[in-house]
Every structure is written in structure tokens, then in C-alpha cells.
């Protein structure tokens, strides 16, 4: 059995006591908390490493003003929380609590989903990385990119159809009850539907945001994109909250030490992907809609301009 860190247990359990939705007898509070501990995993270390060495380095490498100009103290501050997050979810309680209760495993899956990308998305690690690398070796990758066809293979597959096909796919089938008793039941199976979840949402949220370069999407198709996606998440969250017995088998004897029932549990984890996500979603339509705004205006003054230049020139066109 995984083992699940002191602080962050601590964190969620005081959270759901906090609010009413988790009375854990003092008793079992003492037993379980003196058997947590590190979950530490040296490939998610490793990867996480990796993606903040190569990040420094490639901020390192650019001058003050491109580095300004590209990046930006808010970019920096969300890649950086966007590592934290990944931490705390893959190496902290949030993994290993899992194995006990649903409603830590939804958050885990929240981090994965709607935290963690977009806060890595927007920090533009993809360019930093880049930017790790001496020049003969990113006039190399430019090369290979475009001519082994990887350039035309990823923009296939980040069509927007299929990546929200992808996402929804990966989102309704990891939380059928058989596919989740699979991926608590073997380590192997866990990490790659960990890998699902994480991949897919760069994917989705990579459309979403467009760092760098045009937008694949128009503000209008971004909204709906997701939207669409939104109200998925949400049925699911409703689902689980609103069934009527319990879904996942693999919780139906873990659930008493920590003062819920297996429903209670269930219930939990569905207000989890419900509520916590709507707002993401919510709040991701609202900052999509402002800047459409915003740029429909600017687009606006720009041709007003343009055509009273036009106007000015030629007479003949007043």
C-alpha cells in the first residue's frame, strides 16, 4: 500500500471537517497520521526536475528584454505553480490517498485535469525548453520537426474535434467503475491513466490558451470548445453525487477509518469534479470572453483608422 504524507492528509481531511462534510473520530485521526509518509517516486521526480531544469536554463540562455517580452513575471509565477500543483498531487497524500477514498482521488484527477495545465500552458515551457538548447542544436530540431513530418502530425492531432473527443474519451471512461477499479488495482495501469489525463489536457488546454503563435480557434469556437466540455464535467460530477449507491467496489471497505460512508465518499468526490470545476470553466469563459471583447475593439479602432487614412489620401473615397 502507497503510503500518504502527514501535511497534506492534514490539509484535506481539516478542509472537509472545516466544512461539515467529514467527522473522523480522534482515535483514528492518531492511528492513521502516525503512518504517513513521502510518496516519493524518482520517474515523476525526475520528469518534474527535468521540466524546471530545462525551463531555467532556456529563461537563462535569452536576453533581459526578449525574455521580458515573451515571458513575464505572471508566466513565470504559473509555470512555477503549475510544478508545485504536480507535486503535491503525484507525490503528496493525493496519490496514495487513493487507495482509500474516492473523493482524494477526484482531486488528484482535478490537479491533472484543470489546475496543473493550464497554469503550465501559460507559462510557455515548450519555448523555454526550446530555448535550453545551443543554437546548432534548435536549427537541428527545427529541421527534424518539419521535415519527418512531426509538424503535420501534431497539427492533426490537435484538431479541435478530435481533441475534445480525445478529452471527453479519456474523462468517461477512466471514471466507469471498471476502468478505475483497474488503475487502483495496479501501479502500471495507474500511471498511465495518469499519463491520459495530463496529456490530453496540455492537448485541450494548449488550444484553449495558444501561447504562442495564431490561434487554431476563434474566440466564439473557443468558448463553445469549452463549454461543451464544461457541462461534461459537470454531469459527471452531478452523477456521482446524485447516485443513489455506490458506484466503485474498491472503496466500499476503506471508506469507515476516515468517518464516510462509501456513498458519503462518493457524494464528496462528485461535488469535487461539480463544483470546483465548473468554476475553472466558468471563470476560464469569462477571461475568453473579455479578451474577445477586447480584441474586436482593438481590430475595430484599427480598421476605423485605417479607413479614415484611406479617406484622407483620396479624395475620391469621401
Known amino acids: 500500500m502507497r503510503r500518504v504524507k502527514r501535511t497534506h492528509l492534514a490539509m484535506l481531511l481539516g478542509s472537509a471537517m472545516a466544512f461539515g462534510l467529514l467527522t473522523v473520530p480522534a482515535a483514528a485521526q492518531t492511528s492513521h497520521f502516525s503512518q504517513l509518509g513521502w510518496n516519493w517516486n524518482p520517474w515523476i521526480l525526475a520528469s518534474l526536475a527535468l521540466a524546471v531544469f530545462g525551463y531555467v536554463l532556456g529563461l537563462l540562455h535569452l536576453n533581459s528584454d526578449v525574455r521580458a517580452r515573451l515571458f513575464g513575471r505572471l508566466r513565470y509565477v504559473a509555470f512555477a505553480a503549475g510544478i508545485v500543483t504536480l507535486f503535491s498531487a503525484l507525490i503528496s497524500p493525493f496519490d496514495a490517498l487513493d487507495d482509500q477514498l474516492f473523493s482524494a482521488h477526484m482531486v488528484q484527477h482535478l490537479v491533472l485535469l484543470m489546475i496543473a495545465p493550464p497554469l503550465l500552458i501559460f507559462g510557455r515551457p515548450a519555448l523555454a525548453c526550446l530555448w535550453a538548447f545551443p543554437l546548432p542544436a534548435r536549427r537541428v530540431i527545427g529541421r527534424v520537426w518539419i521535415r519527418s513530418g512531426l509538424k503535420h502530425a501534431v497539427h492533426v492531432l490537435m484538431s479541435p474535434i478530435f481533441v475534445w473527443l480525445l478529452c471527453s474519451a479519456a474523462l468517461w471512461f477512466w471514471h466507469l467503475p471498471g476502468p478505475y477499479g483497474w488503475a487502483l488495482g495496479s501501479e502500471s495501469v495507474h500511471a498511465?491513466?495518469?499519463?491520459?489525463?495530463?496529456?490530453?489536457?496540455?492537448?485541450?488546454?494548449?488550444?484553449?490558451?495558444?501561447?504562442?503563435?495564431?490561434?487554431?480557434?476563434?474566440?466564439?469556437?473557443?468558448?463553445?470548445?469549452?463549454?461543451?466540455?464544461?457541462?461534461?464535467?459537470?454531469?459527471?460530477?452531478?452523477?456521482?453525487?446524485?447516485?443513489?449507491?455506490?458506484?466503485?467496489?474498491?472503496?466500499?471497505?476503506?471508506?469507515?477509518?476516515?468517518?464516510?460512508?462509501?456513498?458519503?465518499?462518493?457524494?464528496?468526490?462528485?461535488?469535487?469534479?461539480?463544483?470546483?470545476?465548473?468554476?475553472?470553466?466558468?471563470?476560464?469563459?469569462?477571461?475568453?470572453?473579455?479578451?474577445?471583447?477586447?480584441t474586436a475593439e482593438r481590430h475595430a479602432i484599427t480598421a476605423a483608422a485605417t479607413r479614415l487614412n484611406a479617406m484622407l489620401r483620396n479624395p475620391a473615397l469621401r
Open 192 to 294: 498511465f491513466e495518469h499519463v491520459c489525463f495530463f496529456l490530453t489536457s496540455l492537448m485541450f488546454w494548449s488550444l484553449v490558451l495558444e501561447p504562442l503563435g495564431r490561434r487554431r480557434m476563434d474566440y466564439g469556437s473557443t468558448l463553445l470548445f469549452v463549454a461543451t466540455f464544461g457541462v461534461q464535467t459537470g454531469l459527471l460530477g452531478a452523477l456521482l453525487t446524485f447516485a443513489g449507491r455506490p458506484l466503485y467496489v474498491a472503496h466500499l471497505s476503506s471508506t469507515a477509518a476516515w468517518g464516510l460512508t462509501p456513498l458519503e465518499d462518493q457524494q464528496l468526490a462528485g461535488l469535487i469534479m461539480w463544483i470546483p470545476a465548473s468554476l475553472i470553466h466558468l471563470t476560464t469563459l469569462g477571461v475568453l470572453f473579455v479578451v474577445w471583447m477586447h
